[in-house]
Protein backbone atom coordinates (compact mmCIF):
# COMPACT_ATOMS: atom_id res chain seq x y z
CA UNK A 1 0.00 0.00 0.00
CA UNK A 2 3.12 2.43 0.96
CA UNK A 3 4.18 1.68 -2.48
CA UNK A 4 1.07 2.94 -4.27
CA UNK A 5 0.50 5.88 -2.67
CA UNK A 6 4.00 7.21 -3.17
CA UNK A 7 3.18 5.96 -6.81
CA UNK A 8 -0.17 7.96 -6.78
CA UNK A 9 1.79 11.24 -5.17
CA UNK A 10 4.46 10.98 -7.16
CA UNK A 11 2.42 10.94 -10.74
CA UNK A 12 0.38 13.76 -9.40
CA UNK A 13 3.38 15.67 -9.06
CA UNK A 14 4.41 14.99 -12.14
CA UNK A 15 0.99 16.06 -13.78
CA UNK A 16 0.79 19.24 -11.86
CA UNK A 17 4.32 20.27 -12.76
CA UNK A 18 3.60 19.18 -16.66
CA UNK A 19 0.41 21.46 -16.00
CA UNK A 20 2.03 24.31 -17.70
CA UNK A 21 3.32 22.62 -20.54
CA UNK A 22 0.15 20.44 -21.19
CA UNK A 23 -2.28 24.16 -21.28
CA UNK A 24 0.02 25.59 -23.73
CA UNK A 25 -0.50 22.53 -26.01
CA UNK A 26 -4.01 22.70 -25.40
CA UNK A 27 -3.83 26.51 -26.05
CA UNK A 28 -3.38 25.79 -30.25
CA UNK A 29 -6.31 26.27 -32.13
CA UNK A 30 -7.10 23.72 -35.18
CA UNK A 31 -5.44 25.15 -37.92
CA UNK A 32 -7.86 25.22 -40.72
CA UNK A 33 -6.19 25.80 -44.37
CA UNK A 34 -7.76 28.71 -46.37
CA UNK A 35 -10.39 27.33 -48.75
CA UNK A 36 -10.49 30.03 -51.38
CA UNK A 37 -9.19 33.34 -51.71
CA UNK A 38 -10.46 37.00 -52.79
CA UNK A 39 -10.11 36.73 -56.61
CA UNK A 40 -11.95 33.98 -56.53
CA UNK A 41 -15.33 36.21 -54.55
CA UNK A 42 -14.52 38.60 -57.72
CA UNK A 43 -12.29 40.90 -55.98
CA UNK A 44 -8.65 42.11 -57.14
CA UNK A 45 -5.98 41.85 -54.01
CA UNK A 46 -2.63 41.35 -53.15
CA UNK A 47 -1.19 38.38 -50.67
CA UNK A 48 1.82 39.66 -48.76
CA UNK A 49 2.64 39.01 -44.95
CA UNK A 50 2.28 41.26 -41.93
CA UNK A 51 5.00 40.85 -39.33
CA UNK A 52 3.87 40.73 -36.03
CA UNK A 53 5.39 40.51 -32.50
CA UNK A 54 7.86 38.31 -31.73
CA UNK A 55 8.63 38.55 -35.84
CA UNK A 56 5.89 35.67 -36.55
CA UNK A 57 4.95 36.12 -40.24
CA UNK A 58 1.03 36.39 -40.99
CA UNK A 59 -0.54 35.28 -44.26
CA UNK A 60 -2.17 38.48 -45.39
CA UNK A 61 -4.78 40.03 -47.64
CA UNK A 62 -5.27 43.78 -48.97
CA UNK A 63 -8.53 44.64 -51.22
CA UNK A 64 -8.00 48.28 -52.59
CA UNK A 65 -10.76 49.96 -52.21
CA UNK A 66 -12.89 51.26 -55.38
CA UNK A 67 -11.43 55.02 -55.48
CA UNK A 68 -8.78 56.31 -53.29
CA UNK A 69 -7.68 57.50 -50.77
CA UNK A 70 -9.86 55.44 -48.87
CA UNK A 71 -12.00 54.41 -45.57
CA UNK A 72 -10.69 50.86 -44.74
CA UNK A 73 -11.59 48.37 -42.24
CA UNK A 74 -9.43 45.24 -40.70
CA UNK A 75 -11.16 41.92 -39.79
CA UNK A 76 -9.98 39.60 -37.29
CA UNK A 77 -11.21 36.04 -37.13
CA UNK A 78 -12.12 33.81 -34.52
CA UNK A 79 -10.24 30.75 -32.98
CA UNK A 80 -9.52 28.04 -35.11
CA UNK A 81 -10.88 30.20 -38.09
CA UNK A 82 -8.84 32.37 -41.07
CA UNK A 83 -8.77 35.31 -43.09
CA UNK A 84 -10.65 32.94 -45.81
CA UNK A 85 -13.77 32.36 -43.61
CA UNK A 86 -14.42 36.06 -43.31
CA UNK A 87 -14.45 36.69 -47.16
CA UNK A 88 -18.27 36.98 -46.97
CA UNK A 89 -17.99 40.53 -45.11
CA UNK A 90 -15.30 41.88 -47.84
CA UNK A 91 -17.43 41.84 -50.64
CA UNK A 92 -20.14 44.37 -49.57
CA UNK A 93 -17.92 46.31 -47.60
CA UNK A 94 -15.83 46.75 -50.90
CA UNK A 95 -18.94 47.83 -52.68
CA UNK A 96 -19.49 50.70 -50.53
CA UNK A 97 -16.22 52.24 -50.68
CA UNK A 98 -14.52 50.70 -48.35
CA UNK A 99 -10.81 48.94 -48.80
CA UNK A 100 -10.07 45.66 -46.28
CA UNK A 101 -7.30 44.37 -44.90
CA UNK A 102 -7.98 40.66 -43.49
CA UNK A 103 -5.02 38.23 -41.92
CA UNK A 104 -4.64 34.64 -40.51
CA UNK A 105 -3.47 35.26 -37.18
CA UNK A 106 -0.83 33.48 -35.84
CA UNK A 107 -0.77 29.51 -35.55
CA UNK A 108 -4.50 29.82 -38.22
CA UNK A 109 -4.66 29.29 -41.53
CA UNK A 110 -1.60 30.46 -43.65
CA UNK A 111 0.55 32.44 -40.90
CA UNK A 112 3.57 31.04 -39.02
CA UNK A 113 3.40 28.99 -35.78
CA UNK A 114 3.96 29.91 -31.97
CA UNK A 115 4.06 28.12 -28.94
CA UNK A 116 0.44 29.23 -27.82
CA UNK A 117 -2.17 31.35 -28.99
CA UNK A 118 -4.47 33.82 -26.75
CA UNK A 119 -6.51 36.52 -26.97
CA UNK A 120 -3.60 39.04 -26.31
CA UNK A 121 -2.42 37.33 -28.92
CA UNK A 122 -5.06 38.33 -31.49
CA UNK A 123 -4.39 41.66 -30.39
CA UNK A 124 -0.79 42.18 -31.15
CA UNK A 125 -1.54 40.33 -34.95
CA UNK A 126 -4.51 43.03 -34.99
CA UNK A 127 -1.57 46.04 -34.49
CA UNK A 128 0.26 44.60 -36.73
CA UNK A 129 -2.30 44.98 -39.72
CA UNK A 130 -2.69 48.30 -38.23
CA UNK A 131 0.69 49.67 -38.26
CA UNK A 132 0.50 48.22 -41.94
CA UNK A 133 -2.58 49.81 -43.18
CA UNK A 134 -1.73 53.71 -41.21
CA UNK A 135 1.36 53.54 -43.85
CA UNK A 136 -0.52 53.31 -47.21
CA UNK A 137 -1.18 56.92 -49.00
CA UNK A 138 -4.20 55.16 -50.30
CA UNK A 139 -6.36 54.89 -46.83
CA UNK A 140 -7.74 57.45 -45.03
CA UNK A 141 -5.52 57.74 -41.82
CA UNK A 142 -8.64 59.05 -39.91
CA UNK A 143 -11.10 56.63 -40.96
CA UNK A 144 -9.69 53.05 -40.01
CA UNK A 145 -12.36 50.91 -38.53
CA UNK A 146 -11.68 47.27 -36.71
CA UNK A 147 -14.16 44.20 -37.04
CA UNK A 148 -13.68 41.16 -35.09
CA UNK A 149 -15.46 37.77 -34.62
CA UNK A 150 -15.62 36.07 -31.61
CA UNK A 151 -12.31 36.22 -29.59
CA UNK A 152 -10.84 38.06 -32.46
CA UNK A 153 -13.80 40.96 -31.52
CA UNK A 154 -12.47 40.76 -28.09
CA UNK A 155 -9.17 41.37 -29.45
CA UNK A 156 -10.38 44.22 -31.43
CA UNK A 157 -12.00 45.72 -28.17
CA UNK A 158 -8.58 45.24 -26.51
CA UNK A 159 -6.77 47.09 -29.22
CA UNK A 160 -9.66 50.08 -29.37
CA UNK A 161 -9.01 50.22 -25.48
CA UNK A 162 -5.27 51.56 -25.96
CA UNK A 163 -6.10 53.66 -28.83
CA UNK A 164 -7.42 56.85 -29.93
CA UNK A 165 -6.11 56.86 -33.60
CA UNK A 166 -9.28 54.45 -34.44
CA UNK A 167 -12.99 55.55 -36.68
CA UNK A 168 -15.24 52.49 -35.41
CA UNK A 169 -15.26 49.11 -33.74
CA UNK A 170 -17.63 46.26 -34.96
CA UNK A 171 -17.74 43.39 -32.31
CA UNK A 172 -19.45 40.08 -33.75
CA UNK A 173 -20.28 37.39 -30.84
CA UNK A 174 -17.38 38.69 -28.38
CA UNK A 175 -17.52 37.04 -24.66
CA UNK A 176 -17.78 39.55 -21.69
CA UNK A 177 -15.17 37.63 -19.80
CA UNK A 178 -12.54 35.21 -20.53
CA UNK A 179 -12.23 33.47 -17.37
CA UNK A 180 -15.96 33.01 -17.14
CA UNK A 181 -15.88 31.57 -20.85
CA UNK A 182 -13.31 29.05 -20.46
CA UNK A 183 -14.60 28.05 -16.91
CA UNK A 184 -18.00 27.46 -18.80
CA UNK A 185 -16.15 25.43 -21.50
CA UNK A 186 -14.09 23.55 -19.45
CA UNK A 187 -16.93 22.56 -16.74
CA UNK A 188 -18.77 21.29 -20.02
CA UNK A 189 -15.98 18.58 -20.73
CA UNK A 190 -16.62 17.42 -16.80
CA UNK A 191 -13.55 18.42 -15.38
CA UNK A 192 -13.52 19.24 -11.66
CA UNK A 193 -14.36 23.08 -11.02
CA UNK A 194 -11.83 23.03 -8.17
CA UNK A 195 -9.10 21.86 -10.68
CA UNK A 196 -9.98 24.36 -13.08
CA UNK A 197 -9.70 27.22 -10.12
CA UNK A 198 -6.75 26.34 -8.47
CA UNK A 199 -4.88 25.22 -11.10
CA UNK A 200 -6.10 25.66 -14.73
CA UNK A 201 -7.03 29.34 -14.71
CA UNK A 202 -4.50 30.75 -12.58
CA UNK A 203 -2.03 29.08 -15.10
CA UNK A 204 -3.21 30.72 -18.09
CA UNK A 205 -2.94 33.87 -16.58
CA UNK A 206 0.62 33.27 -15.95
CA UNK A 207 1.07 31.74 -19.49
CA UNK A 208 -0.53 34.82 -21.36
CA UNK A 209 0.89 37.56 -18.94
CA UNK A 210 -2.39 39.13 -18.10
CA UNK A 211 -4.97 38.79 -15.33
CA UNK A 212 -8.28 38.10 -17.09
CA UNK A 213 -9.85 41.58 -15.81
CA UNK A 214 -7.33 43.52 -18.20
CA UNK A 215 -8.17 41.80 -21.22
CA UNK A 216 -11.93 41.37 -20.69
CA UNK A 217 -14.30 43.34 -23.15
CA UNK A 218 -16.72 44.05 -20.11
CA UNK A 219 -14.03 45.90 -18.70
CA UNK A 220 -11.82 47.46 -21.62
CA UNK A 221 -15.64 48.36 -23.51
CA UNK A 222 -15.67 51.84 -20.92
CA UNK A 223 -11.84 52.65 -21.97
CA UNK A 224 -12.91 52.81 -25.97
CA UNK A 225 -13.24 56.66 -27.41
CA UNK A 226 -14.81 55.91 -30.42
CA UNK A 227 -17.82 54.33 -30.80
CA UNK A 228 -18.81 51.03 -30.93
CA UNK A 229 -21.31 48.26 -32.38
CA UNK A 230 -21.90 44.94 -30.55
CA UNK A 231 -23.51 42.40 -32.89
CA UNK A 232 -24.29 39.36 -31.22
CA UNK A 233 -26.72 36.15 -32.73
CA UNK A 234 -29.77 35.83 -30.21
CA UNK A 235 -29.37 31.35 -30.49
CA UNK A 236 -25.50 31.81 -30.02
CA UNK A 237 -24.89 28.31 -28.20
CA UNK A 238 -21.12 29.03 -27.90
CA UNK A 239 -20.89 32.70 -26.17
CA UNK A 240 -24.58 33.42 -24.79
CA UNK A 241 -26.18 36.84 -25.32
CA UNK A 242 -26.29 37.84 -21.93
CA UNK A 243 -22.52 38.22 -22.48
CA UNK A 244 -22.96 41.00 -25.32
CA UNK A 245 -25.94 42.52 -22.88
CA UNK A 246 -23.18 42.28 -19.81
CA UNK A 247 -20.75 44.52 -22.31
CA UNK A 248 -23.02 46.97 -23.18
CA UNK A 249 -23.85 47.64 -19.51
CA UNK A 250 -20.53 48.61 -19.06
CA UNK A 251 -19.87 50.73 -21.77
CA UNK A 252 -19.81 54.15 -19.60
CA UNK A 253 -19.68 57.30 -21.66
CA UNK A 254 -18.53 55.17 -24.78
CA UNK A 255 -21.16 55.72 -28.14
CA UNK A 256 -21.72 51.93 -28.19
CA UNK A 257 -24.78 50.34 -30.10
CA UNK A 258 -25.90 46.68 -29.45
CA UNK A 259 -27.09 44.74 -32.16
CA UNK A 260 -28.97 41.32 -31.48
CA UNK A 261 -30.29 39.67 -34.05
CA UNK A 262 -31.56 35.95 -35.35
CA UNK A 263 -28.24 33.63 -35.92
CA UNK A 264 -25.79 31.87 -33.99
CA UNK A 265 -22.24 32.37 -33.14
CA UNK A 266 -21.24 31.38 -36.71
CA UNK A 267 -24.09 33.56 -38.96
CA UNK A 268 -26.65 35.62 -38.98
CA UNK A 269 -30.06 34.96 -40.62
CA UNK A 270 -30.50 37.77 -42.89
CA UNK A 271 -27.11 38.05 -43.09
CA UNK A 272 -27.05 40.45 -46.25
CA UNK A 273 -28.99 42.93 -44.40
CA UNK A 274 -27.22 42.55 -41.35
CA UNK A 275 -23.80 43.70 -43.29
CA UNK A 276 -26.00 46.88 -44.59
CA UNK A 277 -26.74 47.72 -41.14
CA UNK A 278 -22.89 47.14 -40.48
CA UNK A 279 -22.12 49.54 -43.34
CA UNK A 280 -23.99 52.27 -42.25
CA UNK A 281 -22.58 52.34 -38.97
CA UNK A 282 -18.96 52.30 -40.33
CA UNK A 283 -19.40 55.01 -42.85
CA UNK A 284 -18.21 58.52 -41.99
CA UNK A 285 -20.36 61.54 -41.85
Not at 32 to 58: D, V, W
Not at 176 to 182: G, N, V
Not at 191 to 216: C, M, N, S, T, Y
Not at 227 to 242: E, F, T, W
Request: proline share 7%.
Amino acid sequence: MGFIFTLVIGLLGIAYWQLPRILRYSMRAPRIAPHTHPAEQGLNYTAFELISAKQKRLQAWFIPAPTVPAPAVIITHGWGGNAALMLPLVKPLHAAGFAVLLFDARCHGASEDDDYMALPRFAEDTEAALTWLQQSADIQPQAISLLGHSVGAAAVLLVASRRHDLHKVVSISAFAHPERMMRRWLLSKHIPRWLIDKFILPEVEHAIGFKFAQIAPENTISQIQCPVLLAHGLQDNIVPVADAQAIYTQRAQTQVELLLVNGNHEQFAEQAQQMQRVIQFLKIP
